[in-house]
Structures are given as C-alpha cells and as structure tokens.
C-alpha cells in the first residue's frame, strides 16, 4: 500500500480499522500541517493487502498494490 | 513499501476512481463525506455511466461535488436539487442525472422538493448525507438533529418542546408511492462501507432500469461539529445515530426486488 502523506488529513481511521494494526501517526507533519499516517517499518511485510485502509480513508489518499507471484 | 518498477508484476486494489478528479477533498479531517464521494465514483466507474451521469449539486457541505466528479456537474439552489435533476431526466431521458445533498439541504429548506419528486416518482437518484447538523455554516441544529444532542444554536441539548423532534427520511418517504428503492446505510465500518456501496449501485440501476425514485441516505460522521476525534466519531454515530435511525432498506418494490435478485452483489 501507498500513502500520499501530502493528501493525507490526519483523522487516522485506516490506523483504527487496519486489522493487521501496522500503521500509525507520522511523527512529522504534512504541507497541510497534519500528522499523516504512515507504515511502521518492522511490519511493512505483514500487509495482507486487504483494502480496509483505503476503504475507510475519506481523503481517498491510499493505494493498495499487490504483488503478483512469478508464474 | 516494496514495488516493482514493473506494472504488470502488480495488481492495482484499491485506488482513486476514474471517474473521480486528483484534487483532494476540501473536508474536514474523518468527514464522512469522503467516504461516500469515493463509493458514487466507484459505482459510476463500475456501471460505466460516467458519460453520461450528471452530478446535482447542493448547498452546504456537498457544495462542490461537481468539482470531485469527473462527470458534468450543476450547481442548484439550496434544496431544489431534486427538481434540477427533474428536469434534465425529463429533457434527456437517456442521462443518469444524481443529486448529492445533505440534511440541511434535503430536510430543511428542501422538504418540499424530495418530497414531491418522490410523489411525482420522478426516475432520478438522490444520494442524502445525514450527519445529523448543520456542518458547512458551523455546526447549528438541523431537522435531523437528535435530541438532547449540542449543536450551536441548541447549547443545552435539543428539547423537543422548543424545537420538535428529528425527521426520519427515510420512514417519511417510504410512504409514497412513488419512490422505487429507499435505503438507509453508514459508513462507519469497513462492513458498513461495503453495505453503503452496494445500495448507492442498486440505487443508480433502477434509475437505470427506469424503475422510479430511488434514494439512499448515508449517515455519516461529523467530528468538527459533534466535537468528537474522527475514530471517535464513528463510535458516536453507531451509539447515539442508530437508534434513531435503525439502518435497512425502507422500500423495494417488486422491480428492484427482482432486479437486486438478478444482478447479485455484482
């Protein structure tokens, strides 16, 4: 998944709703003065790609990509 | 997170809807307005109308949805989307026109219009924002307003001997016989969300199928106004908004019945 922290408002619903809970606030904050929300390093692979995040986020500020296995 | 430059090798989710434009939404931070923004989009990219889809813009929050949707768009006077949209359904048959209001605008100063385009059985589409205030102009009461509840014009709760007691839309247009479909969703759940959007699809197929009035009303979090975090909001909304207006669908005549049948969850 992909963020745009420029677009993001800070309201953290995809953090709240995120079932795998790897997201959470930036400690900096965006041009628009807000914290985004951000992946936590340590868990950047336990994305299972399920979407909530982007489903939730009303600033429709979230990509979900997945990875295709090589065939 | 990890990409491959390569698109193929990726499998694009979720992402922003076609039919929706790259500026970013001028709502408050956790406004469920967004959320509902993005399902019209994904409905209207996923039935393929955006050619032909015509946004009816309103007055108060909702006020600049033509400018988010990628489809042509009119602006019309406060409360008076529904008979806007009467009209372009009516010159040209074959558009998709949809009026995106919210309770300010559909309940108050536009009881009249939603009312009789719903007796008229107009084939239009009415998506209906409740948040339960008066968001853009600073949080006042709205019809929908719950009692007891703060608002700035009713700073020690809504009594209902001073200011009546909260309209309930849905139950209200239910009745006329005109109306094809009437559904009450929320957004306040990821299952909500996906609920929500599969109400607004069936709404825009029976305008589509010609089948009559169909509205959907979404309520949806205010945290600016209800003076509530975003994340809060939405427990907010399921504790205080649902009692007073139980979620479910009010009105499928036999036609939508069928159609809903046909078409599954597709």
Same mark, same amino acid.
């Given at each position: 998944?992909?963020?745009?922290?420029?677009?993001?408002? +800070?309201?953290?619903?995809?953090?709240?709703?995120?079932? =795998?809970?790897?997201?959470?606030?930036?400690?900096? #904050?965006?041009? *628009? +003065?807000?914290?985004?929300?951000?992946?936590?390093?340590? =868990?950047?692979?336990?994305?299972?790609?399920?979407? #909530?995040?982007? *489903?939730?986020?009303?600033?429709?500020?979230?990509?979900?990509?997945?990875?295709?296995?090589?065939? | 997170?990890?990409?491959?430059?390569?698109?193929?090798?990726?499998?694009?989710?979720?992402?922003?809807?076609?039919?929706?434009?790259?500026?970013?939404?001028?709502?408050?931070?956790?406004?469920?307005?967004?959320?509902?923004?993005?399902?019209?989009?994904?409905?209207?990219?996923?039935?393929?109308?955006?050619?032909?889809?015509?946004?009816?813009?309103?007055?108060?929050?909702?006020?600049?949805?033509?400018?988010?949707?990628?489809?042509?768009?009119?602006?019309?006077?406060?409360?008076?989307?529904?008979?806007?949209?009467?009209?372009?359904?009516?010159?040209?048959?074959?558009?998709?026109?949809?009026?995106?209001?919210?309770?300010?605008?559909?309940?108050?100063?536009?009881?009249?219009?939603?009312?009789?385009?719903?007796?008229?059985?107009?084939?239009?589409?009415?998506?209906?924002?409740?948040?339960?205030?008066?968001?853009?102009?600073?949080?006042?009461?709205?019809?929908?307003?719950?009692?007891?509840?703060?608002?700035?014009?009713?700073?020690?709760?809504?009594?209902?001997?001073?200011?009546?007691?909260?309209?309930?839309?849905?139950?209200?247009?239910?009745?006329?016989?005109?109306?094809?479909?009437?559904?009450?969703?929320?957004?306040?759940?990821?299952?909500?969300?996906?609920?929500?959007?599969?109400?607004?699809?069936?709404?825009?197929?029976?305008?589509?199928?010609?089948?009559?009035?169909?509205?959907?009303?979404?309520?949806?979090?205010?945290?600016?106004?209800?003076?509530?975090?975003?994340?809060?909001?939405?427990?907010?909304?399921?504790?205080?908004?649902?009692?007073?207006?139980?979620?479910?669908?009010?009105?499928?005549?036999?036609?939508?019945?069928?159609?809903?049948?046909?078409?599954?969850?597709?």
């Amino acid at each position: 998944m992909v963020i745009d922290t420029e677009r993001c408002k +800070g309201c953290h619903l995809c953090i709240a709703f995120c079932p =795998k809970e790897i997201l959470r606030a930036a400690d900096h #904050i965006n041009r *628009m +003065g807000y914290t985004p929300a951000e992946v936590e390093e340590k =868990k950047t692979n336990e994305c299972t790609g399920c979407g #909530i995040c982007a *489903m939730m986020c009303p600033d429709i500020a979230i990509t979900v990509h997945r990875l295709n296995k090589p065939k | 997170m990890a990409r491959l430059n390569s698109k193929e090798a990726e499998t694009i989710l979720y992402q922003r809807p076609e039919s929706m434009e790259a500026r970013p939404f001028h709502f408050c931070p956790g406004c469920g307005h967004g959320i509902v923004f993005r399902l019209v989009g994904e409905v209207i990219d996923e039935l393929k109308i955006r050619e032909r889809a015509i946004c009816v813009a309103s007055i108060g929050c909702s006020v600049n949805s033509y400018e988010y949707f990628k489809c042509d768009g009119l602006e019309s006077a406060h409360g008076r989307a529904p008979a806007v949209a009467t009209a372009i359904k009516r010159c040209h048959p074959d558009l998709v026109p949809f009026t995106y209001q919210g309770d300010g605008d559909l309940a108050a100063i536009g009881t009249a219009e939603i009312v009789h385009a719903c007796a008229r059985g107009e084939n239009i589409t009415t998506i209906f924002v409740n948040n339960a205030i008066y968001g853009m102009t600073g949080g006042q009461m709205a019809p929908t307003t719950l009692l007891d509840m703060y608002s700035t014009s009713t700073t020690a709760g809504r009594k209902s001997a001073l200011a009546g007691y909260p309209i309930r839309v849905c139950e209200m247009l239910s009745t006329l016989e005109g109306t094809a479909y009437i559904a009450r969703v929320t957004v306040n759940s990821p299952a909500a969300v996906r609920k929500a959007k599969q109400a607004i699809k069936l709404a825009f197929r029976t305008q589509l199928a010609n089948l009559g009035m169909s509205l959907v009303e979404v309520l949806s979090p205010c945290p600016t106004n209800w003076r509530v975090e975003p994340v809060k909001a939405m427990d907010w909304l399921a504790e205080h908004m649902l009692p007073q207006y139980p979620l479910g669908e009010y009105k499928v005549i036999e036609a939508v019945a069928a159609l809903k049948k046909e078409v599954g969850n597709a």
